[in-house]
């Protein structure tokens, strides 16, 4: 995962160097937070319990407000993101029960683009494309000659 980089909106996350832009600029969010937007990122479009981001965020031996902890790194996160608590683009609040990121996003591995949606090639296609490039005639496969055409 250290490679991984997910888009949204203006928005690049990149789990690798830990870090979060806006239109290639660094947005100023600390770690705890961060670490809060990446776990509800991986979980988009999922109810994620105040539960879930406690173990998520501390482990079972730290003693902290986890309820404050929450409320402060979910306020940080709609700070950096300049989310609408009322109108969310980005996290919405359950009421009572947790979080969920809710922004469309396009996933990118290091080095490779992401596909052209809706192009498809049938097998027929390709075939046909293939036979081209090797300078073969589709239409005549074997490299018989044609009957002279008729009058």
Do not use: T
């Given at each position: 995962m250290p490679e991984k980089k997910v888009r949204f909106d203006d928005f690049q996350l990149d789990y690798?160097?830990?870090q979060l832009c806006r239109r290639g600029i660094p947005v100023r969010l600390?770690?705890?937070p961060l670490q809060l937007l990446?776990?509800?990122v991986e979980k988009r479009g999922q109810l994620v319990t105040r539960e879930q981001i406690s173990s998520e965020l501390w482990?079972?031996?730290v003693f902290v407000d986890v309820e404050q902890g929450i409320n402060t790194a979910i306020r940080k996160i709609r700070r950096a993101l300049a989310d609408d608590a009322g109108e969310p683009q980005y996290l919405q609040t359950?009421?009572?029960r947790g979080y969920r990121f809710v922004a469309p996003t396009a996933e990118e591995d290091?080095?490779?683009q992401p596909p052209a949606e809706g192009f498809v090639v049938t097998p027929e296609e390709l075939g046909r494309a293939i036979m081209t490039a090797?300078?073969?005639d589709p239409e005549n496969?074997?490299?018989t000659p044609k009957p002279p055409a008729e009058d």
């Open positions: 690798g160097r830990f600390e770690g705890l990446m776990f509800l482990s079972k031996d359950v009421v009572g290091a080095g490779s090797a300078g073969l496969p074997r490299g």
